[in-house]
Every structure is written in C-alpha cells, then in structure tokens.
C-alpha cells in the first residue's frame, strides 16, 4: 500500500470529525486514530489542529483558519518536486 507523506488539517469543535468513536479503544479522537493508524502502516503524517469553529451543515469560515495555507504552502513546497 502506498503511503505518501499527508497533512491533516482540523478544525476544533468540528463535531463532525473531531469525535471520540465509543466503539474503538483508541483513547484518542478520529483524527488521531487515523493519523495513529497511517504511522502504523509506514506513513509519515502531521495532524495539524486549526483555531476556527465548524458547525455541522455549514461551510468553514476559511478567513479565520490562522496560517493554515501557509503550512499547507510548506508541506508542499518539502514533499513536492518539479
């Protein structure tokens, strides 16, 4: 399985993917679980947590997500070549 090096941007609060599975026993939320599980498979990821708030049924307000472009700029800018 090919596993290329991944970013994962979160945004806390996000209900719709930053939640607890009861059924798993990772103690951690989906995100970390999946970025846990990626390692596991021979994966390089970063999980980075972003300060803006989304709401199920709506659109992120991407005017208040910090830096996030400017990481996403960087991950490229270190894992893609021309």
Same mark, same amino acid.
């Given at each position: =399985?090919?596993?290329p090096p991944a970013v994962w941007f979160q945004a806390h !609060? @996000?209900? =719709?993917h930053d939640y607890k599975d009861v059924e798993? @026993?990772?103690? !951690?939320?989906e995100p970390q679980r999946f970025c846990a599980d990626y390692r596991k498979a021979g994966g390089s990821i970063a999980l980075e947590y972003i300060d803006m708030e989304r709401k199920a049924g709506s659109s992120p307000d991407l005017s208040k997500c910090g830096d996030m472009f400017g990481h996403m700029v960087g991950f490229i800018e270190q894992h893609v070549r021309v």
């Open positions: =399985m090919l596993t !609060g @996000d209900i =719709m798993s @026993d990772f103690d !951690g939320n």
